[in-house]
C-alpha cells in the first residue's frame, strides 16, 4: 500500500476524524477513504521509520538505503547502505535531533544535517533508545 499522510489541506473533507473505517467489506471502500484523506508520499512502504524533527527517516532496505522526508524538503537519501535500529535523539543539545542508526557490519552512526555523518562505534548494538543524560 505504500506510505500515507494524512491531508491537512483547508476544505478537505474530515471523517471519522482521519480514522479509516471502512462501511463495506473488501479493499475498495478503503481505497476510497485513502484516496479522499490521504497523500501518497511514496508507493513504496519503508522497512522501518521513525519520527525525526518535523519529518519522518525511512528504511528503505537494501535496494534504496536511508532516507529523509519533510514537508517543506521532500525526500533526500541520507545514506545508500540499508540501516538497522534508528533513533532521533539530539546529542550535541543545540535543540535540533540527529539521527543515530545501526548500519551492521558497519556500527552505529549519528546524522547531522550539516555536519553529515560520524561514527559513534564500530559496533552494532542489540538495541538503542534516547536518554536525556544532561538533566
Ligand atoms: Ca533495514
Ligand atoms: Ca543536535
Redo the contacts with the bound molecule.
Sequence with gaps: MGLWERSTSPGSKRQGDGIIEPRGKGSASLKRAILREWVSLNPLGP??MIRLGNGIAC?Y?VAYGLWSWTQTGGWQQLNPV???LMTAVDIDNDQQEELVADFPGYGLYSYDPIAGWGSLNPVAPNAIAPANLLN
Design positions: 522497512e522501518a528504511d532496505g540499508d540501516p538497522g
